[in-house]
C-alpha cells in the first residue's frame, strides 16, 4: 500500500481506529475522518505519523453531501486522491419495530444506505480518472439475518450491501472495485461484565466476539492488491455468528 491514500469515515474510535492504523502500518497515507470526536480523532492521526505515514484530520457529517464534498476536497488537498475508501461511520439502533420513529428510521438509512452513497459519489469521479481504487463498506450480518429489535438497521445495512453489489457490477469494468466486511459484534462495544453480553457468547461458536483487529486486517487485504480478484463480494468476520442458522 506504499503511496496509497486512504480515508477511512468514523475512524477517531473503535473499528474505524484500528482500520486506519493497519492501512497506515502497511505505507498507506490516512485521512481520519470523525463528526464530533476530534480529540480522539486528533490522537489517532498523531499515531499514524508516527509510523511515518502523512495523515490529516477531516470532520463532517457523512449524511450530508455538501459536507462529504468539502471533507473529500480536503483530504484530496492534503494528501492526494483518495485510492481506498473506507466507509464504517454509523450507529445501531436497538428498538422494536412499533417503537422506531419515522425520524429515527430515516436517520438509519441515512447512515449507511444513503452516507455510504455519498462518500463513493465524492470519491468515485478521481478514481475513474485514474482508472483503479477501491472501496470496502462496513457492513453488519444482520442484513442477512433476522433483524428482531433492529429492523431499521437491518434495512440500512441490507441497503449498503446492495450498493456494494451494484458500485462492483457498474464500475468493474473501469478498474474500481468495491467490497463488504460483515460482522455482528466487535469486543470495541462488548462489555465483559454484563450478563446479558455474556449470554449472547453462546451464539458464537467461537465463544467470543470479534476482534477490531481481525477486521481491520481483513479490510486491509481486501484494499491491497492481493485481493485484486475479489470484488462484488463480502467477508464475514463475525466469530461463526451465521453459522448458527
Not at 450480518?141 to 445495512?157: D, F, I, M, Q
Request: glycine letters at 10%; a neutral charge.
Amino acid at each position: 500500500m506504499q503511496g496509497k491514500v486512504a480515508l477511512v469515515t468514523g475512524s477517531s474510535r473503535g473499528i474505524g481506529r484500528a482500520i486506519a492504523l493497519e492501512l497506515a502500518g502497511r505505507g498507506a497515507d490516512v485521512a481520519v475522518h470523525c463528526r464530533r470526536s476530534v480529540e480522539e480523532a486528533e490522537a489517532v492521526t498523531a499515531a499514524i505519523r508516527r509510523l511515518g505515514r502523512r495523515s490529516v484530520l477531516v470532520r463532517g457529517d457523512t449524511r450530508v453531501p455538501e459536507e462529504v464534498e468539502g471533507f473529500v476536497a480536503e483530504v484530496a488537498a492534503g494528501l492526494g486522491e483518495v485510492d481506498i475508501l473506507v466507509n464504517n461511520a454509523a450507529w445501531a439502533l436497538l428498538k422494536p419495530l412499533l417503537e422506531i420513529t419515522p425520524a429515527q428510521w430515516r436517520e438509519q438509512i441515512d447512515y449507511k444506505a444513503f452516507g455510504y452513497y455519498l462518500t463513493a459519489r465524492a470519491v468515485l469521479p478521481g478514481m475513474l480518472r485514474r482508472g483503479k481504487g477501491v472501496i470496502v463498506n462496513l457492513l453488519s450480518t444482520v442484513a442477512l439475518r433476522g433483524g428482531e429489535g433492529e429492523a431499521a438497521y437491518a434495512v440500512s445495512n441490507a441497503g449498503a450491501l446492495a450498493l456494494t453489489r451494484a458500485i462492483a457490477a457498474e464500475l468493474g469494468p473501469h478498474g474500481i472495485r468495491c467490497c463488504g466486511v460483515m460482522l455482528t459484534w466487535a469486543d470495541n462495544a462488548f462489555q465483559e461484565e454484563d450478563p446479558d453480553c455474556r449470554r449472547w457468547l453462546e451464539r458464537f461458536p467461537l465463544r467470543r466476539v470479534t476482534r477490531v483487529e481481525e477486521v481491520a486486517r481483513t479490510v486491509a487485504f481486501l484494499a491491497s492488491d492481493e485481493a485484486s480478484g475479489i470484488t462484488g463480494s463480502w467477508v464475514t468476520v463475525d466469530a461463526g455468528y451465521l453459522a448458527q442458522g
